[in-house]
């Protein structure tokens, strides 16, 4: 048993000494092409004023000068319009007991949950309402809720 291991150490020697001189002559390799090879202006590339990648610089009368305060790194803010934020749906859940029911959005399908206490008009299932939602622990609230008129 123990000529065997001896065996295939000796073996995983003569393949890390291999690795060690493949290694030590791609290293070579590289030093006697780089001067072959291209030069460091060749591997350059530009993109030109259409975003296209070239192997051209750019052309220096065409330079712009911009200055640094037009620069808008954020994005707009979004400004509300009132009437979006008003939504309408109908009442597809009411616990009239437990003070809570959920809301189908008419426009998205989405069920919104709501409490008695966002309740401004009495309702009860099947009621067309009209609600704002406001972001709760557990997702999406509607608070204001109103019977459409």
Same mark, same amino acid.
């Given at each position: 048993?123990?000529?065997?291991?001896?065996?295939?150490? @000796?073996?995983?020697?003569?393949?890390?000494?291999?690795?060690? =001189?493949?290694?030590? =002559?791609?290293?070579?390799?590289?030093?006697?092409?780089?001067?072959?090879g291209k030069s460091l202006e060749e591997m350059f590339?530009? !993109?030109?004023? /259409?975003?296209?990648?070239?192997?051209?610089?750019?052309?220096?009368? @065409?330079?712009?000068?911009?200055?640094?305060?037009?620069?808008?790194?954020?994005?707009? @803010?979004?400004?509300?319009?009132?009437e979006d934020l008003i939504k309408s749906g109908i009442?597809? /859940?009411?616990?009239?007991?437990?003070? /809570?029911?959920?809301?189908?959005?008419?426009?998205? =399908?989405?069920?919104? /949950?709501?409490? !008695?206490?966002?309740?401004?008009?009495?309702?009860k299932e099947n009621d067309k309402v009209t609600f704002?939602?406001?972001?709760?622990?557990?997702?999406?609230?509607? !608070?204001?809720? @109103?019977? =459409?008129?």
């Amino acid at each position: 048993m123990s000529s065997s291991e001896s065996f295939s150490k @000796k073996e995983k020697e003569k393949k890390k000494l291999k690795k060690k =001189q493949d290694k030590e =002559q791609k290293k070579e390799d590289r030093k006697n092409n780089t001067d072959k090879g291209k030069s460091l202006e060749e591997m350059f590339a530009y !993109v030109d004023e /259409f975003g296209n990648i070239t192997s051209t610089p750019p052309d220096p009368t @065409k330079k712009q000068k911009i200055n640094v305060e037009d620069i808008a790194i954020s994005t707009a @803010k979004y400004e509300a319009n009132p009437e979006d934020l008003i939504k309408s749906g109908i009442v597809n /859940f009411y616990n009239t007991d437990k003070g /809570f029911g959920f809301i189908r959005d008419l426009k998205t =399908q989405d069920k919104i /949950f709501f409490h !008695v206490n966002g309740l401004i008009d009495a309702v009860k299932e099947n009621d067309k309402v009209t609600f704002e939602t406001e972001k709760g622990l557990k997702g999406l609230n509607a !608070v204001n809720v @109103k019977l =459409q008129k």
